[in-house]
């Protein structure tokens, strides 16, 4: 895609712009088609993560469409301070997480507040235990995880972040995301033990 700017000759390929660039040009310009480049950069991305929290790819496909509409109008949010992609990622998860917590509100339990965690010590579960499970009952008890362990998880075993990454993603400290994670772990072990 190529657009005009100034002369006739001079012609900009807003393809080939970084990912800032190209935010910095759809916010200033409020510009549909140049969101449409981002569009085609991470929409493949956002939809496998929307399908790992949603059981039908039409469900993953709308969620997606929906993602990238309330994106357009909060592009102007993003300000560079890590790359676009795990600022995506953030905005993806939270995104997910928030429509299976509403979707399945009735069905979930209630669960104490990570404060209420932090004044009680845990004991470390090995990943080990996560590696052995097997695929069919790991894949049915994600279904059945709260989706906040749930995107923790993932973004740990699933997309390899670290936990310094992890954490400025959902925007809590280092030992948070630890326990996040563990408790997760814990509740993840729990489901699958008790799944036929």
């Known amino acids: 895609m190529t657009i005009s700017k100034g002369k006739a000759d001079q012609e900009l390929d807003y ?7 190209l935010i910095e040009q759809v916010v200033k310009n409020n510009d549909s088609k ?5 569009y085609d950069r991470y929409s493949n991305i956002v939809y496998n993560k929307c399908l790992s ?3 039908s790819k039409d469900e993953a496909q709308d969620l997606t469409h929906d993602i990238f509409i309330k994106l357009f109008f909060q592009l102007k949010k993003f300000k560079g301070d890590a ?9 993806t998860y939270n995104f ?3 429509y299976v917590q509403r979707k ?23 990943d080990s235990e996560i590696y052995k499970m097997q695929a069919e009952r790991l894949q049915r008890s994600l279904q059945s995880l709260d989706p ?17 990454e992890i954490q400025q993603s959902i925007g809590v400290g280092e030992s948070a995301v630890k326990m996040r994670i563990n ?5 993840l072990l729990d489901i699958y033990k008790n799944i036929d």
């Not at 140049?34 to 981002?38: D, R, T």
């Not at 906040?148 to 310094?164: A, I, P, R, T």
Request: with cysteine; charged share 30%.
């Open 15 to 21: 393809t080939s712009l970084e990912d800032i660039q």
């Open 148 to 164: 906040n362990d749930k995107m923790v998880l993932l973004m740990k075993y699933m997309d390899g972040m670290s936990h310094k």
């Open 34 to 38: 140049l969101f449409g480049i981002l």
């Open 96 to 98: 997910c997480v928030n």
């Open 83 to 91: 790359k676009f992609s795990t600022w995506l990622y953030s905005f």
């Open 53 to 55: 929290f949603v059981k």
């Open 183 to 187: 408790r997760a772990k814990q509740r």
């Open 104 to 126: 399945y509100q009735k069905k979930k339990e209630t669960f104490q507040r990570l404060d209420d965690l932090q004044h009680h010590p845990y004991e470390e579960i090995d």
